[in-house]
Each structure stands twice: as structure tokens, then as C-alpha cells.
């Protein structure tokens, strides 16, 4: 079994947010899953450690967050977020929803972009 570094709380919430995904999720989601870009393997709302990020690639450490209204009162939660992912070793990308739903060729792009750097 693998070492995993979150709580069974934090594994049955991930598994709840994949029920009630945004639009913009949605519509990423649906980009990303079944290896569609590249033939990458992308992961929705996965635990790590005590956060649960919005799309992950774990073979690179990829991270990818979507950051609606809701994310300018809680900028603090993501900015520990993202220290703490960086800290074990994922790099994380994040885009505004409005991105994602009015130029969603461009963020996948950008998504692209990085994987190929890591």
C-alpha cells in the first residue's frame, strides 16, 4: 500500500467535491480525462496531505488549481496551499475560472506548456 498523507475526512470530502464540480471544472475536467492531451493522465480533486487539489498529474508533480469568486477571500488558504505542495515537490498552475470557460484552448495550452518544462 502507498504512503498516503491524508485523512479518510479529507478523502470522502474529495470524493463529494467530484459530485459538485463548477462549471469551469467541468469543462476542464472534460479536456483533461481519459489521456486527451498527449495521452497524460490527469487526476480530479486529489488529497494531498490536508488539501485536495482541483487536478493533479503525479507523475510530473503537476497541480493544477481553479480559482473562482470564492478564491479572493480565501487567497491566505491557497497561498499555504501552494507553499506547501511546493515544499514535497509539485509545481502548481493556477487559472482564473473565467479563463477556463471563455478560453479554454489557451489554459490548455498553458497546461501543456508546463507539463513539457517539468
Known amino acids: 500500500m502507498k504512503n498516503r498523507h491524508y485523512t479518510k475526512k479529507t478523502l470522502n470530502f474529495a470524493i463529494d467535491l467530484r459530485k459538485t464540480q463548477t462549471d469551469a471544472e467541468n469543462i476542464l475536467w472534460f479536456n483533461l480525462r481519459n489521456r486527451k492531451i498527449n495521452n497524460i493522465k490527469f487526476k480530479r480533486q486529489v488529497p494531498i496531505g490536508k488539501y485536495i487539489v482541483d487536478f493533479a498529474n503525479m507523475q510530473k508533480k503537476l497541480v493544477i488549481e481553479l480559482d473562482g469568486s470564492q478564491h479572493i477571500d480565501n487567497y491566505k488558504y491557497d497561498e ?8 514535497i515537490g509539485y509545481t502548481v498552475i493556477r487559472f482564473y475560472d ?15 506548456q508546463k507539463y513539457n518544462e517539468l
Open 80 to 87: 499555504e496551499c501552494t507553499v506547501y505542495l511546493n515544499s
Open 98 to 112: 473565467n479563463d477556463v470557460l471563455r478560453n479554454t484552448n489557451n489554459v490548455l495550452e498553458a497546461i501543456l
